[in-house]
């Protein structure tokens, strides 16, 4: 039982690039979500989708856009990445109030 | 604003002894709390939550307080493993699709 999965663990981009992050998740949970993780901050939600077919911005949206392909993948596309996007990028999902998280993307904007 | 807010960044306990985790709150819509351990270059891992309209929960070595009128929990670790060590993370839940607002992190290191 993988859980919930991430592509790539790590990337480096050159600023106004675009990428894309990929998540799948294998428990049939309804719910998943993006957050992203600063040092020395918690955790901040940029999208989530409370069910396939919609999504909705979280606390830190700007400059992202996610697709909810289908009840297990949800991908999170930077248009034009810039160096504030560096950060570790967590994807999870819920059926309930616990979230599970996938193990992290860690990304660099040089 | 922080709504979850964790002052304490580190904690240091030697083995055996009690670890306390600490954790306030500013909305009173959350209806779920949580605590997640995180390990170095891994995602966080779900530890235990607790239900705004109780008071306490346990499992193992782990129980949660929660005091609604201080808008404050607590994760205590009894007694405390050097497998312990880790970035704690208190987080509240909310909303139709059970987002989370996650606190700043506390590290433990729990000394041998």
């Known amino acids: 039982n993988a859980g919930v999965t991430q592509t790539p663990k790590f990337q480096v981009l050159k600023t106004g690039q675009s990428m894309t992050l990929q998540c799948a998740q294998d428990?049939?949970?309804?719910?998943m979500y993006w957050y992203r993780q600063d040092p020395g901050m918690g955790l901040r939600l940029i999208y989530y989708?409370?069910?396939?077919?919609?999504?909705d911005k979280g606390e830190v949206p700007n400059g992202y856009n996610v697709s909810r392909l289908n009840k297990r993948e949800f991908s999170l596309r930077l248009e034009s990445a810039a160096p504030s996007q560096t950060s570790v990028y967590f994807c999870?999902?819920?059926?309930?109030?616990?979230?599970?998280f996938g193990s992290g993307t860690r990304l660099t904007v040089v | 604003d922080q709504q979850v807010k964790q002052n304490s960044p580190s904690l240091s306990v030697q083995e055996g002894r009690i670890s306390i985790l600490n954790c306030d709150y500013t909305n009173s819509m959350f209806d779920y709390f949580l605590w997640y351990k995180k390990y170095p270059a891994e995602g966080p891992t779900f530890l235990i939550s607790?239900?705004?309209?109780?008071d306490k929960n346990e499992d193992g070595r782990f129980t949660v307080f929660l005091n609604k009128s201080a808008k404050h929990l607590s994760l205590h670790i009894v007694p405390s493993q050097p497998g312990d060590s880790a970035v704690y993370f208190c987080a509240a839940s909310w909303g139709s699709a059970r987002q989370l607002t996650f606190g700043s992190g506390t590290q433990l290191t729990v000394l041998p």
């Open positions: 428990m049939n949970h309804n719910s």
């Open positions: 989708s409370a069910s396939e077919g919609t999504t």
């Open positions: 607790i239900s705004s309209i109780k």
């Open positions: 999870a999902s819920s059926q309930n109030i616990r979230n599970t």
